[in-house]
């Protein structure tokens, strides 16, 4: 997770080389071989570790995970830089914890660290050495949490799903869980990249767990329902690479309180997603982390130790462990389905039309016939499908029309699917522009960068402006993302109330995003080595001042930006 410490020192990497190689033998019995319906992190290196018991003895948590195991070459260590099976400090817990009755996960990587093959290329050691946390823990279940840039390496994802494989092979009730980044619409790119290496190994990831936190989208985010789009729009993308996944094989892991960027989630927030959970048989629910589960005492104001808002010792907990006695986790067989838009959002002249795919999936049970309609449409805007009924996993071309007198301006559109067993919504968001328009005046100071300085943009890290490479003209901007920070640069300006704008740049770069925040709240990115223009609209609120934002994604290299409009 993003706010795991690693400690790790040249003694404790020599310490790590001295590590025995463990021959790959079956597990023990000792857990069980169904995925735990709720099992929070808990960071074994921070010291406050005393929360997981309070909470197993005293709050009936029966499960956990326990994070994170580090690869160094082909040896693996604790955050607290020693070797597993033999460390002091973790090992006691994990066994009085077991003791208690909790079940436990193993998770390796984290925002710190990478599992072990992301750093070793050697297929028996790797194998041998996830087989040497099986024996020396007694786990049935393995996390794998992939950040930063390790997501991007499809060499290592490879070996780690030979090495699911080859362990499944040799413990029938292994099970694994890839815990990933995502966005509220979704995996990125390279997220998607890990199931499909997971597909072509011939296995299935049994928990694709998302970490719903640090959208980078503004503080006022709704963090609950960001979950919720998080999740619906995974499960479509697991579908899309293997139409076996239900809600059975996901995750949903929030950080509790306060967030790396600012939005916090609330307990309100976490009793609308467990409701979600119970709703949909969700695989499994956690949260970051038991050991930030308590309000901050005296003048503590650390987010690795604590939630930084006002709760209960243990509220979160108390919020999620009821879903382990209601609907189970793990999926029931209700049959029900998923509906997806893509794109989300477009623009149309009067007098022209925008196209979106309406894709469906079978989230749980068996296939179904959905009949889709729409609501919301201005006068004057016709919206038709075709075709404008399918069977569950089937998809149709919804086809927005637009006359030519209709007013210039957003209008958000209900996509409705309903079938016997009920109906699921989305939103298409429809900019209609007049011609040679964008929509309404507007203007960016110092938009292409052109005078050679920031002014008046400001901005975070080590952004700068460039000449080289550019869009048009001498200068660009280039923003630098950190290993905990996306990087930004923002120009606050403002517009007319109440009116619809688009916003244009020019961007290239892992995951570049441009938007606005402040009076509205809008947003859209690429992960494109060459440039590539981004559009976004949206529509002032009662003051007119929004904040034009662009910015790259922590653990990622360098997002250049050029020639912003703002129309």
Not at 104 to 129: F, K, M, N, R, Y
Not at 208 to 237: C, H
Not at 257 to 274: H, M, P, Y
Request: hydrophobic share 35%; glycine share 12%; with cysteine.
């Amino acid at each position: 997770m993003h706010l795991a410490r690693l400690a790790a020192s040249v003694s404790a990497l020599a310490l790590a080389a001295t590590g025995v190689t463990v021959a790959l033998a079956p597990a023990s019995s000792a857990a069980g071989s169904s995925v735990y319906s709720v099992a929070p992190y808990v960071d074994m290196s921070n010291s406050q570790e005393g929360l997981l018991d309070t909470a197993i003895t005293g709050h009936k948590l029966k499960a956990y995970t326990a994070a994170f195991v580090l690869g160094v070459g082909c040896n693996q260590i604790w955050g607290d830089t020693l070797p597993i099976g033999n460390d002091s400090y973790t090992d006691p817990l994990i066994a009085k914890a077991k003791s208690e009755g909790a079940s436990v996960i193993v998770s390796s990587g984290g925002a710190s660290g990478e599992p072990l093959a992301w750093t070793c290329s050697t297929q028996s050691s790797i194998d041998a050495g996830y087989q040497a946390i099986i024996n020396d823990y007694g786990v049935t279940q393995l996390d794998f949490d992939i950040e930063g840039a390790a997501i991007a390496d499809t060499a290592a994802a490879a070996r780690q799903m030979q090495a699911m494989k080859d362990l499944k092979a040799s413990n029938p009730n292994l099970q694994f869980s890839m815990t990933l980044p995502v966005l509220t619409s979704g995996l990125t790119g390279d997220g998607v990249n890990i199931l499909k290496a997971a597909k072509n190994a011939g296995i299935k990831i049994d928990v694709v767990n998302i970490m719903a936190m640090d959208y980078y989208a503004g503080t006022g985010t709704e963090m609950g329902q960001g979950a919720i789009s998080a999740a619906k729009a995974t499960l479509a993308q697991m579908q899309s690479v293997d139409s076996g996944y239900t809600y059975a094989n996901l995750g949903i892991t929030p950080m509790i309180g306060k967030n790396d960027d600012g939005s916090t989630f609330t307990l309100a927030d976490a009793q609308t997603v467990e409701t979600f959970a119970a709703q949909n048989s969700v695989g499994r629910l956690a949260f970051w982390a038991i050991t930030r589960d308590q309000a901050c005492g005296g003048s503590a104001n650390s987010l690795p130790t604590c939630s930084e808002i006002s709760q209960n010792s243990l509220a979160f907990t108390d919020a999620f462990v009821p879903y382990e006695g209601s609907s189970g986790g793990g999926g029931g067989t209700t049959t029900d389905f998923s509906l997806s838009l893509s794109p989300g959002s477009a623009s149309a002249a009067q007098g022209g039309s925008a196209t979106a795919t309406v894709a469906t999936a079978v989230a749980s049970g068996s296939a179904e016939s959905v009949s889709l309609a729409t609501s919301g449409a201005p006068s004057g805007v016709s919206v038709s499908f075709s075709p404008n009924s399918v069977t569950s996993g089937g998809s149709s071309t919804l086809t927005a029309t637009v006359g030519s007198s209709v007013a210039a301006g957003t209008y958000p559109i209900t996509v409705t699917g309903t079938a016997a067993t009920g109906s699921h919504s989305a939103t298409y968001t429809l900019t209609v522009t007049t011609s040679g328009s964008g929509g309404g005046g507007g203007s960016l100071t110092n938009a292409g960068f052109e005078t050679g300085t920031l002014t008046p943009w400001t901005c975070t890290g080590g952004s700068t402006v460039v000449s080289t490479p550019v869009h048009t003209g001498s200068h660009s901007l280039q923003v630098t993302p950190s290993s905990s920070s996306t990087g930004e640069c923002d120009q606050t300006v403002t517009l007319t109330p109440n009116k619809s704008y688009t916003l244009t740049a020019w961007v290239q770069g892992p995951y570049a995003y441009i938007g606005v925040t402040g009076g509205a709240s809008a947003s859209t990115w690429s992960n494109n080595t060459a440039w590539n223009q981004l559009s976004v609209a949206f529509t002032t609120g009662s003051s007119g001042t929004v904040t034009v934002y662009v910015h790259g994604w922590y653990g990622q290299s360098n997002v250049t930006a050029d020639d912003f409009t703002l129309g």
